[in-house]
């Protein structure tokens, strides 16, 4: 038996957990292009773009512009003429202000990289929690939970709770989500999580507990069975 956690009177072993969700997702791995990348700055691009956007809307607009600015350099030289040609369909107008803001900071701040100290990611414009944990967990394999409305879907099922959008705000189920996440290698257990949210743990429809690697050990697809 490996690491136990009890959480709403469920326990679940992390390990069997752990084990389950990583054979899974190297099955069912979605090949986005920003998933064979440990380069932070275009792992921050594509984290900026991805934020409400659904990432097969990403793929074409991500290519078009690592294309045009490939280094964090050739982005500072971009007006935000050109910035909006290559983001409008993405309906990030709205950002470019921001972006424009932040390569600033970055090139004169930090010396043209990208910071690997979560809290200066969360000083850069536009940038929260989720976006700097996603580039400290894709790029350096930091041990971040990323916590949204998809990863706390699947949690809050593994435990039976109810799925509330104020769950991603409760400090002890952050601690909870931050404490699943695999050490050993968290770049993987996210793209892994991420996955099962998008093909198993689905919200606008039923989730598939028959399909799912991880029901023996999951509140709600133990119900199911």
Known sequence: MGKMVEFNSHTVDVTTFHNALAVWGTTHFRPFPWRFTQDPYQILVAEIM???TQARQVVPVYNKFLKRYPELTDLAQATRE???DVLHSLGLRWRIDLIHEMVDILINKYGSRIPEEKEKLLSLPGVGDYIASAVRCFAWNYQEALVDTNTVRVIARLFGLAIKD????NSRFQRLMTFLVDCKNPRVYNYALLDLADAVCMRRRAPDCDGCPVQG??????YKR
Do not use: A, N
């Open 50 to 52: 991805l934020h409400r």
């Open 82 to 84: 050109e910035l909006y």
């Open 166 to 169: 104020s769950l991603r705000r």
């Open 217 to 222: 050990v999951c509140s709600h697809g133990r």
